[in-house]
């Protein structure tokens, strides 16, 4: 069958309605506009967390507090440079205040909470006649809720509920995704854009809290450790999953296991590469029945690699290039899907 | 709240006479009346924050960063009795009848030039004629399909045309907003009227846009064709595209190969046999009309010359909108249908025919002057409320390019509560309804965007001038409102 054929009609679902194939730039948007309210999710998050635990342990262990606040940079790439530096400056009072601030409000800084979330939403602009009316008014919503006159204000009054909010307000973006859009092509593209960008996330963040850990000059207290753990799991929302399946250990071996293997808790990487890999390989299906393409290929090698994986593989590898290896390959599935869809 | 109420000696749409309310308003204004001012603020809030949170913003560019605001929302309904609303409908069809065969003579035969009823220069001069149009045929022979005619009602209440906008006529997606806004905050206003559905609106829209399609498919492909998101008027193409069902795309998402238009799609490239197009003639296609513009698609109007794709409005339906040809249309009307005119203009002077111009020169403070070729309120003189510096600087003007002015009377608006603050005041209002031609036939959506000039004194209704809307009734049957609710209209209030 020809493409032109198969445009012509005789690609039709059970319910006769024409399979069209959504236009290129819609599933770019798609794609972003999920990977933008994602992020907004894990710095929320990451925000909400650092600032409690810090509350909790700041005065018992000094030289951590400045590198946590560090190491929200980090985890988004933001950590080198002069902005950077200038940010660390100062009373760690100062520092948290500051990055806080440059976190969440920040107009510079596209990976702030107001940048993630005007990306997302000028994103979901581009293509509101593809998205739900409720998908779009949430994410419209939660956009003026920090662009709004009395976002400041608020702020001023408590950091944490407006982190709370932006909590809520994307993962009822995700729910929303799910249960008032169709699940055809363009849910799919939002799909992977949202696991690839979990993945990403995950597996930054867990490196940057191993880092530091590890580090000699930073001296834990073997009685504190557990909470130091404990927190790389808050920030990865994961928490509550994790206590449930390993009841009494945390030892940074089964923490580690779990954000990376574990198969059955969304936040794993093992699941986003599963979710993503599935999600590719139904794009696939829609689009050009009967054939494979590129990101299908490199996902599904990885899904694959994740599914066999052991803890022992993990640290023989060593865990930061372990780490590092997922991401790259993630990476090279994004530029696939680029080139297959995005780019006609 | 209606206790300080100024009629101020022009046609009231409400109240015939001071503290007497029009028969199909009485019903309106007794709940009004009884309504406290804390109670209409709330709602007034509500509105706004609907209109906010579903994004119905329109965005002005005033610093780099550009401001989103809401089209301000005026509660009050404007309500147009079924009869009058059968005279403008017969009136509007009329007139879009003969803006249609006009347009078809102009690119075609041309009778109409040379039988001396309209001058052959005036038209060649149009900065809107087209003269690749000549000759090409069209679809069905429709080139305005879309039209939002503007009316106004003078002193004496008369419905009068003060253009035909048959470009691509902006504003009908507030019309449905805002009825779908005043359902959710108002129900107890529609009461016991009986108020015409214009929800269909959309439905009509995709067929009259598929009865235009070049090959006759079962099911040929629509889009609507933006120049993007930071158009003023993006929202209103996004909800048209989402209401319709069809693809919203730019002018990157379309590219032209062996004179047929494609749309560029995850699947590859898929053919495309009707754009509406939200965009100038200028924009459309930089191989044909301007090369820098980087918002149209390359080779389209190949595409269209031969016939493989339908592009809607058609090029060159400026030259029927263009306002110095406005004066003509009742003699359009005469010369195409045979018929009067049942809706009648408003008296214009050309600028280009010397007596007028001599009469303009001599009268510009009782007189409104008009660039022909702007919209939107701007290139406009206001005659007498200008400054002596404003006034001879439009009279440079007018000598150096008569062609381009044209002048009308004063015309005074007709006036309509509106809430200012926390009391009702008359403020100026127009309408306009929206048009749909199939050829044979025009569907006029029954109601339109009625705009509010809502400074005090201002004859300006544009949105770019401070101006705001209302949601416009028009309804089943004559009648007061005492009636029985109409039943579908109860299950469709709480829908939204």
Redesign the interface.
């Known amino acids: 069958m020809t493409?032109?054929q198969?445009?012509?009609?005789q690609d039709r679902g059970v319910t006769g309605v024409?399979n069209?194939?959504?236009?290129?730039?819609?599933?770019d948007a798609m794609y972003w506009m999920s990977r933008y309210v994602e992020r907004a999710e894990h710095i929320s998050r990451i925000l909400v967390e650092t600032s409690s635990l810090l509350t909790d342990i700041g005065d018992l262990a000094p030289a951590l507090r400045r590198e946590y606040w560090r190491d929200v940079l980090r985890v988004l790439g933001l950590d080198a440079g002069e902005v950077a530096d200038q940010m660390l400056l100062g009373t760690d009072e100062q520092v948290a205040l500051r990055i806080c601030h440059y976190m969440t409000f920040e107009p510079d800084n596209p990976s702030s909470l107001l940048g993630c979330l005007t990306m997302a939403r000028?994103n979901a602009?581009?293509?509101?006649?593809n998205i739900s009316?409720e998908m779009?008014?949430n994410l419209?919503?939660l956009y003026?809720s920090l662009r709004g006159d009395d976002a400041q204000a608020r702020y001023d009054e408590s950091a944490q509920e407006i982190y709370r909010q932006v909590l809520l307000g994307t993962m009822l973006f995700s729910g929303l995704t799910d249960q008032t859009l169709a699940h055809g092509?363009g849910w799919l593209f939002t799909q992977i854009g949202k696991s690839l960008e979990r993945l990403d996330l995950v597996c930054r963040t867990i490196a940057a809290r191993s880092l530091l850990l590890q580090r000699p000059d930073m001296a834990i207290d073997s009685d504190e450790r557990n909470i130091h753990w404990m927190s790389l799991l808050r920030n990865c929302g994961s928490l509550e999953a994790y206590r449930r399946i390993h009841v009494g250990d945390m030892e940074p071996e089964s923490v580690v296991a779990f954000l990376v293997l574990e198969r059955r808790f969304p936040q794993s990487i093992r699941y986003c590469v599963h979710h993503a890999h599935d999600a590719a390989v139904r794009?696939r299906a829609e689009?050009?029945p009967h054939t494979m393409d590129q990101a299908v290929r490199i996902l599904g090698r990885l899904n694959t690699q994740l599914e066999y994986a052991d803890v022992g593989e993990i640290e023989r590898i060593g865990l930061i290039s372990y780490l590092g290896q997922i991401r790259s390959t993630a990476t090279d599935a994004a530029e696939a899907l680029r080139k297959s869809?995005?780019l006609? | 709240m209606f206790s300080e109420y100024h009629l101020n000696g022009i046609f009231d749409e409400m109240f015939e006479a001071a503290g007497q309310p029009r028969g199909h308003y009485r019903s309106v204004h007794t709940r009004l009346a009884a309504m406290g001012s804390d109670a209409f603020q709330r709602r007034r809030r509500m509105a706004d924050l609907s209109f906010?949170?579903?994004?119905i913003t329109f965005t002005v560019y005033s610093d780099t960063t550009g401001v989103e605001k809401i089209f301000p929302f005026d509660l009050i309904p404007r309500i147009v009795p079924s009869s009058e609303w059968e005279t403008i409908e017969k009136g509007l069809s009329q007139r879009l009848m003969a803006l249609n065969a006009f347009c078809r003579d102009v690119y075609h035969e041309q009778r109409i030039l040379r039988e001396k009823i309209i001058p052959a220069e005036l038209i060649y001069s149009a900065k809107m004629f087209r003269r690749e149009m000549l000759g090409l045929q069209v679809p069905r022979d429709i080139y305005i399909h879309i039209c939002g005619t503007d009316l106004i009602r003078d002193k004496s209440g008369q419905y009068l045309v003060l253009e035909d906008n048959g470009r691509t006529p902006s504003g009908v997606s507030y019309v449905l907003e805002n009825r779908a806004v005043m359902k959710r905050v108002f129900p107890a206003l529609f009461g016991a009227y009986r108020v015409r559905a214009i929800e269909d609106y959309p439905h009509n829209l995709l067929h009259c846009l598929q009865n235009v399609a070049p090959q006759a498919?079962?099911?040929p492909t629509v889009v609507v064709l933006t120049p993007?998101?930071y158009n003023s008027a993006?929202f209103e193409h996004?909800?048209l595209?989402?209401q319709m069902g069809?693809?919203?795309?730019?002018g990157?998402?379309l590219i032209v190969e062996n004179n047929s238009v494609y749309?560029?799609?995850?699947?590859?490239?898929?053919?495309v046999d009707v754009i509406y197009r939200r965009l100038d003639d200028d924009f459309l296609d930089p191989l044909t009309f301007r090369p820098d513009s980087t918002l149209g698609v390359p080779g389209l109007m190949n595409a269209y010359r031969c016939g493989n794709v339908a592009l809607v409005n058609a090029v060159g339906t400026g030259v029927a909108d263009d306002k110095a040809i406005y004066p003509y249309v009742p003699d359009m009307i005469r010369f195409y249908l045979g018929e009067e005119p049942i809706l009648n203009n408003v008296p214009t002077y050309l600028c280009s025919r010397e007596s007028d111009r001599r009469y303009v020169l001599e009268h510009l403070h009782e007189l409104v002057v008009k660039s022909t070729n702007e919209s939107g309120g701007y290139g406009m003189l206001m005659g007498h409320q200008a400054s002596a510096a404003e006034r001879a600087k439009f009279a440079e003007m007018i000598k150096e390019d008569p062609r381009n002015f044209i002048a009308q009377p004063i015309v005074e608006l007709s006036q309509h509560p509106s809430l200012i603050d926390d009391r009702f005041e008359g403020r100026r209002i127009d309408l306009r309804p929206y048009l749909l031609s199939f050829g044979d036939k025009v569907v006029v959506m029954p109601g339109g965007l009625t705009r509010v000039a809502l400074r005090r004194g201002s004859l300006v209704v544009n949105s770019s001038q401070g101006g705001g809307s209302k949601d416009t009734w028009v309804l089943e049957e004559d009648g007061d409102g005492s009636g029985t609710m109409h039943p579908d209209f109860v299950a469709e209030g709480v829908t939204v």
Request: aromatic share 10%.
């Open positions: 493409q032109s198969m445009m012509n009609g024409a069209r194939p959504m236009l290129s730039r819609v599933a000028e602009r581009s293509i509101r006649e009316g779009w008014e419209n919503t003026w092509q794009v689009i050009d869809y995005f006609h | 906010k949170n579903q994004g498919w079962e099911d993007g998101i993006y996004s909800f595209a989402r069809v693809e919203l795309v730019e990157r998402d749309m560029r799609t995850v699947a590859g490239l898929r053919r």
